[in-house]
């Protein structure tokens, strides 16, 4: 198992800049990648960034060039650095871990609420 917790979101004016915590405990060493997505109510959850456990990053179109991801492996803590926010960045951010396995398992923060004003 993998526990995961988000912090680090908050209100922000739009082109302000918030990061995004997650700290990793449990069974880490499973762990193939970490990643953040995103969730507004109606839709379905999306990816924003992924870091796999080789140091490959990828990220949604929408936030190539603005957004971040990294990783301390020290205190098992991946954040998501968030620049030039925009009011469509506002939603509910969760922490996820991948095992490829297999059994391939998908591991969920609770998340965190970034909301961005206009």
């Known amino acids: 198992q993998v526990q995961l917790v988000e912090s680090g979101g908050g209100l922000v004016q739009a082109g302000g800049s918030l990061r995004l915590s997650c700290a990793a405990s449990?069974?880490?060493?499973?762990?193939?990648?970490m990643g953040w997505y995103r969730q507004t109510p109606g839709k379905q959850r999306e990816l924003v960034a992924a870091?796999?456990?080789?140091?490959?990053?990828n990220y949604a179109d929408s936030v190539k060039g603005r957004f971040i991801i990294s990783r301390d492996n020290a205190k098992n803590t991946v954040y998501l650095q968030m620049n030039s926010l925009k009011p469509e960045d506002t939603a509910v951010y969760y922490c996820?871990?991948?095992?490829?396995?297999?059994?391939?398992?998908?591991?969920w923060g609770k998340g965190t609420l970034v909301t961005v004003s206009s």
């Open positions: 870091l796999t456990s080789g140091g490959s990053a």
């Open positions: 449990g069974s880490i060493f499973s762990v193939n990648s």
């Open positions: 996820n871990a991948e095992r490829i396995g297999p059994p391939r398992m998908n591991y």
